[in-house]
C-alpha cells in the first residue's frame, strides 16, 4: 500500500528560527494536508494541496506540493513557543471522490520550541 | 460552526468486553471517517460512511464495525476487545468534493 515517509521525527529550536519538514511517498498521490495535533486534542488542518507545484501560506506556515507528486514540505517561519506539538502531512492517491476520506498519515514531526 | 463531537472522551474497558464510540460530524457534512492512533503504528484508516453505507475499509478485523445513521451521526464498535486495542479513536467529517478531513478530539480507550 501506499506509504509516506516524513522527516525529521523530532526538531528542537529556538524561538524565531525557521522550521522545515517533509514528506516522501513512495507512489503519486492527488492531495496533501498539513495537520498539527495538540496534547490530548485531535489533529488540526493547516495547508491542503491539490495541485503540483502549488505553494500554499496560511500565516507564518507556507507548504508545496511537489512538482512529481511524490512529495511536499512545509516551512514554518519565525517560530512561537505555541507552534510546539506534532505535525503530520497526509494524502490519498485516487482521484476518485470515495476514497477522499481515507488517507494516509505521514508518521509525524515533533516540534519543540525553546523560549 | 461546531466542531466534530466524540464521546466518550476516555473509556476503560477489559479484555473481551465490546465499546461502542460515538462521533457527531460538523454540521452540513455527510461523511465521516475513523483512525485509530497508536504510538507505534501512527494513524491508521478504520472506514468511512457516506449516506450510512460504508464507502471504504482499512485492514483491520472484523472485530472493528461501524455505521452512520440518516443524520450523519456514526458509531463504531469494537468487539471481544484486546489489549492492543488501546489507543486514540479519530473520528473526522467532511463535506463532499475533495474537501479536506476535520477531526474531532478522539476517545481514548484503554483496555486492561
Known amino acids: 500500500g501506499q506509504q509516506l515517509n516524513q522527516s525529521p521525527q523530532s526538531m528542537f529550536i529556538q524561538e524565531g528560527e525557521d522550521v522545515s519538514m517533509n514528506c516522501t511517498s513512495s507512489?503519486?498521490?492527488?492531495?496533501w494536508l498539513w495537520y498539527k495535533q495538540d496534547p490530548g486534542e485531535g489533529p488540526v488542518l493547516l495547508i491542503a494541496?491539490?495541485?503540483?507545484?502549488e505553494l500554499t501560506s496560511n500565516g507564518r506556515l507556507t507548504a508545496q506540493f511537489g512538482i512529481t507528486r511524490k512529495d511536499s514540505f512545509l516551512n514554518i517561519s519565525a517560530s512561537i513557543p505555541s507552534d510546539v506539538g506534532i505535525y503530520f502531512c497526509?494524502?490519498?492517491?485516487?482521484?476518485?471522490?470515495?476514497?477522499?476520506?481515507?488517507?494516509?498519515f505521514g508518521q509525524g514531526t515533533i516540534l519543540t520550541v525553546h523560549p | 460552526k461546531a466542531g466534530v463531537t466524540q464521546t466518550p472522551r476516555y473509556l476503560i474497558k477489559t479484555r473481551g468486553q465490546q465499546v461502542t464510540l460515538s462521533c457527531s460530524p460538523i454540521?452540513?457534512?455527510?461523511?465521516v471517517s475513523w483512525y485509530q492512533q497508536t504510538p507505534g503504528q501512527g494513524l491508521q484508516f478504520l472506514f468511512e460512511?457516506?449516506?450510512?453505507?460504508?464507502?471504504n475499509k482499512g485492514n483491520f478485523p472484523g472485530r472493528f464495525s461501524g455505521r452512520q445513521f440518516s443524520n450523519s451521526r456514526s458509531e463504531m464498535n469494537v468487539s471481544t476487545l484486546e489489549l492492543g486495542d488501546s489507543a486514540l479513536y479519530l473520528c473526522?467529517?467532511?463535506?463532499?468534493?475533495?474537501?479536506?478531513?476535520?477531526f474531532g478530539n478522539g476517545t481514548r480507550l484503554t483496555v486492561t
Open positions: 473526522a467529517s467532511r463535506n463532499l468534493n475533495n474537501s479536506p478531513l476535520h
Open positions: 507512489s503519486i498521490f492527488n492531495t
Open positions: 494541496l491539490y495541485k503540483a507545484g
Open positions: 497526509a494524502g490519498h492517491g485516487n482521484a476518485g471522490g470515495t476514497s477522499y476520506g481515507k488517507l494516509t
Open positions: 454540521s452540513g457534512h455527510r461523511s
Open positions: 460512511y457516506f449516506s450510512e453505507t460504508q464507502r
